[in-house]
Structure formats: structure tokens, C-alpha cells
């Protein structure tokens, strides 16, 4: 609606009428748009809640959406920071976008990792620890490496070109892992009783580094031993377990102690080889080597009755198995009478509870539970042998 205005005294501009509406119906308009109703800007491959990432908002410009199709690292425009962020803003964001990579699990490995890289610029920008961030215990009472376990298919179900996935992307920008941290791991990888992840994982430095003196007489950075859990059929309860350890004389005889922890049955239980230490008020005499079978936390209390078979090592040597024909020296008559070497037997020992099997700490309260089974080797033996084998 047009409103005529009286001219002013002493106004110098001419009077004139506004031009009429059929002057204006050849003139081209722009088209009308209803800022209301426009659709904000997808921030990274992965679909996100607004509410879960403000504030601040995140804004990326359209033409580098369509340079970031395709590559595996990410550029500066996931984040708008300028110098009036806040460390407490660029914090809440990080946080946002982690929480919605974990909740949405895509398999796109390359995507997530290019996403937690531009977290990690963000983070050295504003002073922030992206490893601390992914630590902290801010999604639903858990940390996100506790949620990419427990949203994350079976070892062996997922493709194999998402390898490494979300959770050894998460890993390796976290390193390295706090004690609290590695325990809400272990919680995950129980609650989803996934064993072969559990293994997996245990065979990173990362999550179970060795001792200096396991380094230094393996070798090696991380744990060889190798460790198979099989359910029995038929039986609810009843699982076997196959140990593979490496150079276990000489490691009891240095380190005084091996830890082999698996899951079965939805529970972790650790089976230890152990040389009794002085001032221990229970339990075997100090300097005796001694077995101990226990839950560990988060287990479900149980009975177990079980028992330990130890064959006799396989004799490992760089020698090889059959020398060159030129060179094999006939055997002599004495090397032919000479008598071979009897295998020895398989040493038993019987892991039974007396009382109900009871993780930590709760088994400290109870007299009528235990919190591990002990066997001493010079109890059977069998066993005592295994020390000058």
C-alpha cells in the first residue's frame, strides 16, 4: 500500500507520483524466499542434530562440501572459528561432532578419520587436548570408545574395506589411554562378550603395554602370547580355552608373573602364573610358583570347577629340519642304539572354587565368597615341575 506524504515547506525535490503498477510488470523481480524454511548446511558426511552440537553452530560453505567428496582428510571447513570463540565453545563442538560420529558408526573410516583430524587442529588452535576430550566419560556416563564398541558389529561381520574403523581411528587420537579409560574399554568389550575384539585389542601397546622387563626379554612391544576361547556345544556353561605362551620359564624366572586375560560366558576371568613374594600373609610360601584363576571386574559372581592341562613344550630351534643330503653324516652304530628321550606326561591340575567365584571389589565383603581360586604347584606333583622343566 502506497501512502502519500504531504511535501515538505521548502523542499527542493520536485513532486512527482510513484510510477504506477502496469510501468512495473515488465520489470523482472527476484524470486521470494522464505528464510524460515531453509535447510541448514549438511557439516560432514556423517547426519547430525543441531541439538547435539550447539552452541556453536557449525557452518561450511557449499563449494567446500563438494571439494571434501572423496578424500579422507578434511579441511579447516568443518570449523568457523574466528577469534571470538571461546575454548569453552570449540570444546562443546568437538565433543558434539564426536558424539555424532559414534552414534551414527559409519563405515566410512576415511570420513572419520578426516573428521577427528580437523578436531585435532581445532583443539592445538585453542590449547585443548583432543586425546583428554575423547577420554572423558561424556556421553551417557561413558566415553566414546566405550559406545564405538558397543555399536560396532562382531569382529568378522564388518567390511573389511572399513578397516581400520571408528574405534582404532578413536584409539589412536586418544593414546594414551588412562587407567579409567581402559577400563571402560574392558566393560565394553564384556557387555558385547566379543573375545576376538578383546584379543585384538590386547595386542596393541596401546591398550596393554608390557612391562620393561617383558620388553626387553621379548622383544616386542606388545603381548605374543595368543589366547582361543571356544564354547563347548551342548552346554550352557562350559567353555575351553587354548593358551600359547611364549617363553614362559624364562619369564616366570625374571618377571615372577604372567597374566592371561579372555572372556567367556559374558565374564573376564585372568588365569596367572605367579612366584609368591615376601610379605604376602596368605597363600603359598614366598618364592613358590603358584596358579591363580579369578573374575574379573564387572563379572557376574559363579562356581567353576575346571581343570589345567599343560603338555610338554614343543622345542623350538633355527636348525633345519633336514641339513643338505651332501652334507648329513652317516649315523654311527652308538648314535643308533642310543635310546630316545620319553615325552613326558601332561601335567592336570584341578581349578575348583570351594565358594562362589566373586570379581573385585565386591568378593571383599563376603567370607562366604572368594575372589580367586589358588593353587600352589607344590601341591601336585605334577605341577612342580613345571620349574625345572
Not at 560396532?152 to 578413536?170: C, F, H, N
Not at 643330503?325 to 601332561?346: C, D, G, N, V, W
Request: overall charge negative; glycine content about 4%.
Amino acid at each position: 500500500m502506497i501512502i502519500d506524504k504531504e511535501p515538505l515547506p521548502d523542499d527542493p525535490t520536485p513532486s512527482e507520483a510513484p510510477p504506477s503498477y502496469d510501468g512495473l510488470v515488465g520489470v523482472p523481480g527476484r524470486p521470494l524466499r522464505d528464510t524460515k524454511g531453509i535447510t541448514p548446511i549438511q557439516t560432514s558426511p556423517l547426519p547430525s542434530s543441531s541439538s547435539s552440537l550447539s552452541p556453536p553452530p557449525i557452518i561450511k560453505s557449499p563449494s567446500s562440501s563438494s571439494n571434501l567428496k572423496g578424500k579422507g582428510r578434511a579441511n579447516n571447513s568443518w570449523f568457523n572459528f574466528n577469534a571470538s570463540r571461546t575454548t569453552r565453545e570449540v570444546r562443546t563442538t568437538v565433543l558434539g561432532l564426536v558424539r555424532d560420529l559414534v552414534r551414527e558408526q559409519n563405515s566410512n573410516s576415511k570420513a572419520s578419520l578426516g573428521i577427528l583430524e580437523s578436531c585435532a587442529e581445532a583443539c592445538s588452535g585453542y590449547s585443548l587436548s583432543l586425546s583428554s576430550l575423547l577420554q572423558e566419560r561424556s556421553i551417557e556416563g561413558h566415553s566414546p570408545l566405550y559406545w564405538a564398541i558397543v555399536k560396532r558389529p562382531p569382529d568378522g561381520d564388518e567390511d573389511e574395506s572399513a578397516i581400520p574403523d571408528l574405534l582404532t581411528a578413536l584409539i589412536s587420537f586418544a593414546s594414551p589411554l588412562t587407567p579409567d579409560t581402559i577400563s571402560d574399554v574392558r566393560h565394553a568389550c564384556l557387555l558385547t562378550s566379543d573375545q576376538l575384539l578383546f584379543q585384538r585389542l590386547r595386542m596393541s601397546p596401546e591398550f596393554s603395554p608390557l612391562s620393561g622387563t617383558d620388553e626387553m626379554l621379548l622383544g616386542a612391544s606388545i603381548p605374543p602370547d595368543e589366547i582361543t576361547v571356544e564354547d563347548v556345544p551342548g552346554d550352557e556353561g562350559a567353555f575351553a580355552v587354548d593358551f600359547e605362551v611364549v617363553h614362559f620359564q624364562k619369564r616366570m624366572l625374571v618377571s615372577k608373573h604372567i597374566e592371561l586375560d579372555f572372556i567367556a560366558r559374558s565374564r573376564m576371568w585372568r588365569l596367572e602364573f605367579s612366584i609368591a613374594q615376601d610379605g604376602q600373609h596368605h597363600g603359598p610360601r614366598p618364592g613358590s610358583w603358584y596358579i591363580s584363576l579369578s573374575l574379573l571386574q564387572n563379572s557376574p559372581p559363579t562356581w567353576i570347577d575346571s581343570r589345567l592341562l599343560i603338555p610338554e613344550p614343543t622345542p623350538t630351534s633355527d636348525i633345519p629340519a633336514s641339513p643338505p643330503l651332501s652334507t648329513s653324516p652317516i649315523p654311527s652304530i652308538f648314535e643308533r642304539a642310543k635310546p630316545k628321550p620319553k615325552s613326558k606326561p601332561t601335567i592336570t591340575i584341578r581349578l575348583k572354587s570351594s565358594q562362589q567365584l566373586v570379581a573385585p571389589p565386591n568378593s571383599r565383603y563376603d567370607h562366604r565368597q572368594a575372589s580367586a581360586i589358588i593353587v600352589s604347584l607344590e601341591d601336585s606333583m605334577m605341577g612342580s615341575s613345571l620349574q625345572y622343566a
